[in-house]
DNA sequence: TGTTAAGTTCGAATGGAGTCGTACTGAGCT
DNA sequence: AGCTCAGTACGACTCCATTCGAACTTAACA
């Protein structure tokens, strides 16, 4: 929470240092069901849209260790449209997502899904979309 | 397993037997997608919805060797509407149907389910519904 | 043959999800 | 201050799923 990383400035040279957040002052996530709130018949709502299938089998099978913005996906629709699907895997309990300055970035929430709803996830990262979709 | 118990008949006094379909002569599947045109997204958006997550877990867990009828599940639902759940799960691919007389029953295709989309059905089964659901 | 009962079909009403344009917000940069 | 860019908010539209009543179909059975 208040990990206000007093970067140490000795007045006179500021070091300009790209601080990646760290584990400790990761922004907070965006409003998001408990782990303990997580209903199946939700996730399986959310995940049963192919561009939203899409997503989070994207950030399973390519993410790095950081999350990733709207844009990393390279979807070919509006952004409001982007917005909506984001949000329904948020609020459905799939994803997570931080602001990071203008950027929303987001996750898979594994360990959350995994503890619920074990080999879910595998159907997801197993799924071969069908040709054109995705965008 | 085929024991067409021929039950004693003398030629004369047609026996009317009532024979119990043995799984050679079973009458056909209504119509149904292939095992290998399965979807994930539209399986899944088949259990998305709670009554049919209901009737799916019920005959995971509660089905005895033969396939049930509509009204085996006692839903509190019109008929149209369970015509409509029930087609639901069929067209997806979750369910098969065959026509027995009037009774139309269904069971799970778990060999095929199993086949395309390992672990799933396992979630269905471990579904804990919601307080007020499955009508 | 007539009744009963299981389930379908149709049609209508409702609500919600997906799609998108437009306007807006807010952080970062110069 | 002003620009840019990521994403949101809002509203409109379309479409689909859900729900259900009412009429129909048909097998079983007395």
Redesign the pocket.
């Known amino acids: 929470m208040s990990s206000t990383s007093s970067m140490s400035s000795t007045a006179n040279e500021v070091p300009v240092i790209k601080v990646r957040p760290e584990p400790e002052s990761l922004p907070d996530p965006l409003p998001e069901p408990a782990v303990e709130d997580l209903r199946l018949e939700t996730v399986l709502g959310a995940l049963s ?1 192919p ?1 939203r299938l899409g997503i989070v089998r994207k950030l399973l099978l390519e993410s790095e260790a950081f999350d990733h ?3 990393w996906f390279g979807l070919d ?12 895997l948020r609020e459905a309990g799939v994803t997570r997502q931080r602001q990071y ?5 987001s996750h898979v929430r594994v360990d959350d899904l995994n503890a619920r709803f074990p080999g879910l996830l595998g159907l997801v990262a197993a799924w071969v979309p069908d040709r054109a979709s995705t965008g």
């Open positions: 849209d561009l913005s709207c844009g629709r509006p952004k409001s449209s982007l917005t909506h699907h984001f949000r329904a300055g203008l950027e929303r970035r």
